[in-house]
């Protein structure tokens, strides 16, 4: 099938990538110009591992290339996927480039002699696609949802860092469907992918979106409150506390005689709080609209106020070990990707980690392998903030590191590393992956989330 994609950004580029994988022919658009040049190159303009290989390999036999050219994308197409941008501005979701790109499809709609379906696959609240995707293509393309054109909604779970495994074996496939008809043509871009497929309303599609992010973003946050009272009590072992957790059988089965260790616990457990383009912006979105609808949602609420708040733990950790005045001390800083396996800095808990420590006088001298290879967040741009090439120059005569993304080749580094270079050897660790007892049995002062 002929596919484009309106929006080549993380998402826009995955599903182009994975549907080109698939055998369809795709076509991505972008407005900006610099993506589009960088694709058909056969670069991508973001990491994520695996990426480079696939997507040279897919331009090359032309299964995949990126335009501005908006119209001729849709006209030579059967399936648009919106793939666009959907911030939070104040709170409240922006849906200003749904609404131009929505525009932009209905105007080309306008001039198409063939049935087309449009999917919306930018996470959007219940309503929208029916509400304010639908009266636009109608208004714009003269044309009634119909016999015309179809539309769907086919929210994505995609999740940085294995995105492209994620998107070629996806583990549901929600189909939102406005008329049976424009699910069943859109179903069949996805006729290779054996996932369950739900086939559902388009705001049952939206909220399935939101509840999965939701449900995940909550674990994340009760998470952080218990370490929060083990905290206080100086006795409890929050890591241990998991373990205990985690061992229920109804969290880790049987299979035979093993036990399985499912996705879901790497939620159950505490960090630096969760970041990233998703969890913070769509559970923000979904407590507004709550609000909205006259539900105060006072659980997502206070889901988001301890993720506000659990960067900061890391300073007061820092502080209790370090002491109270950071005025011209070194903290090294380890990690700024939101996750590990992606240079996606957005949202990332490093930034109001960093701004507390320059706040207060310290200098943060910063290292992560990928988020910066390309340009430097603008958040980094202060004097006190130093950007180290190597983990080694970061913590040389550090007073104290804090470990906030649990890269691989951070998980790797020994008590040894870190007491032979800093000036202190004070170890804060966000995520809680180094060995306690042997970091406290080198000499390290040795501090975690939730210890
Ligand atoms: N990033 C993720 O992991 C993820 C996962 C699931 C769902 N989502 C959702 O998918 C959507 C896209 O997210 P993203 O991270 O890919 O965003 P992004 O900001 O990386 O990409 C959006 C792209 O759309 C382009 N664009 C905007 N308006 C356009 C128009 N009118 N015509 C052509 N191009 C246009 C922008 O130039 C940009 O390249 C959001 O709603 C997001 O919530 C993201």
Redo the contacts with the bound molecule.
Sequence with gaps: MKISI????????ITGLSLALLGHQVIC????QN?ISKINNGYSP?YEPGMDKLLKKEVAKKFLQAT?N?ERSILESSVTII????PTIKNKIDLS?IK??AR?IGEALAKSKKYHVVAV????LPGVTERLVKPILEKYSKKKVGNNFGICMN??????GC?IEDALHPDRIVIGQIDEKSGKEFAKIYKKVSAPKIFTNLWTAEMT?YSANALLATLISFSNEIARIAEQTGKVDIVDVWQGVHLDRRLSPYYGNKRIKPGILNYIFSGCGYG???FP??IQALATFAKELGNPAPLLNSVININKTQPHRLVLLLKKALGENLKQKKIAVLGLAFKPNTD?VRQSPAFPIISQLISQGAKAIVHDPMAYQKTIPEQLNNPSVILAKSTEEAIKNADAVILVTAWKEYLKLSPHFFKKSMKLPIVIDGRRVYDKASFLQAGILYKGVGL
């Design positions: 309106v929006g080549t950004g993380y998402v826009g580029l658009v972008d407005s900006d993506k973001f501005n908006l793939a666009v941008g959907t480039y131009v790109a932009q696959k930018s996470t959007v929210p994505e779970f995609l999740r940085e995105a979106k990233g383009s998703c912006k769509d996606d």
